[in-house]
């Protein structure tokens, strides 16, 4: 399943809400998982199942979506999310969207 | 504590074989299922294969006649061998606990960059 994730690259202001999208080529039935990478380090898991934080995430992050389309948000954004973030679906099998790298405008 | 840490060559060379390791501590690799992903330098996330907790393995199929992944549950390592390999089987090489066959990866190791050059 082809996972797209706009934009690409995506520059935002301390305290601004962001919100960054990934749309799977068909139906994934919610299963979707968001990661944040920094430089260097492993992805982290932030979201799964679509909307469900994972323990130890802060509550400004959340997810949202249905069917084929879903979104990452961070309420209010702070200077250690600049990352580049990267959706998942396991519905069937499990595929990579090609990521949205977050910077400080 | 859930740990995963890889350990393999920096560099191979082309046609040769990738062998690498991840020792987990923390849970068994008989109670959970553990992912290999790979991410070429600067690009995206690609799966691998897994070994489920039972012990079967699933391959990506793009790369499934190269591929062999293996355990030793008496010393809870995975490990994950990739032949022929070539320049763009270059990048960051990941294992990763999953929660349940099929799911997201709640735990990852470190990584290790491994660079396929002459």
């Known amino acids: 399943i082809q996972m797209t994730q706009s934009p690409s690259l995506l520059s935002a202001s301390v305290g601004d809400r962001v919100t960054l999208s990934c749309k799977a080529g068909q139906n994934i039935n919610n299963y979707l998982a968001w990661y944040q990478q920094k430089l260097g380090e492993a992805p982290k898991l932030l979201i799964y199942?679509?909307?469900s934080l994972q323990t130890g995430i802060p509550s400004r992050f959340s997810g949202s979506g249905s069917g084929t389309d879903y979104t990452l948000t961070i309420s209010s954004l702070q200077p250690e999310d600049v990352a580049t973030y990267f959706c998942?679906?396991?519905?069937?099998?499990?595929?990579f969207g090609g990521g949205t790298k977050l910077e400080l405008k | 504590q859930v740990r995963l840490k890889e350990s393999g060559p920096r560099l191979v060379q082309p046609s040769q074989t990738l062998s690498v390791t991840c020792t987990v501590s923390g849970f068994s690799v008989t109670s959970y299922h553990v992912s290999w992903v790979r991410q070429p330098p600067g690009k995206g996330l690609e799966w691998v294969g897994a070994?489920?907790?039972?012990?079967?393995?699933d391959y990506n199929s793009a790369l499934k006649s190269r591929l062999s992944i293996s355990r030793d549950t008496s010393k809870n390592q995975v490990f994950l061998k990739m032949n022929s390999l070539q320049t763009d089987d270059t990048g960051t090489y990941y294992c990763?606990?999953?929660?349940?066959?099929?799911?997201?990866?709640?735990?990852w190791g470190q990584g290790v960059m491994v660079t396929v050059s002459s």
């Open positions: 990763a606990k999953q929660k349940y066959s099929g799911a997201y990866f709640d735990y």
């Open positions: 199942n679509a909307n």
């Open positions: 998942q679906q396991y519905n069937s099998w499990t595929t």
């Open positions: 070994i489920w907790k039972g012990g079967s393995t």
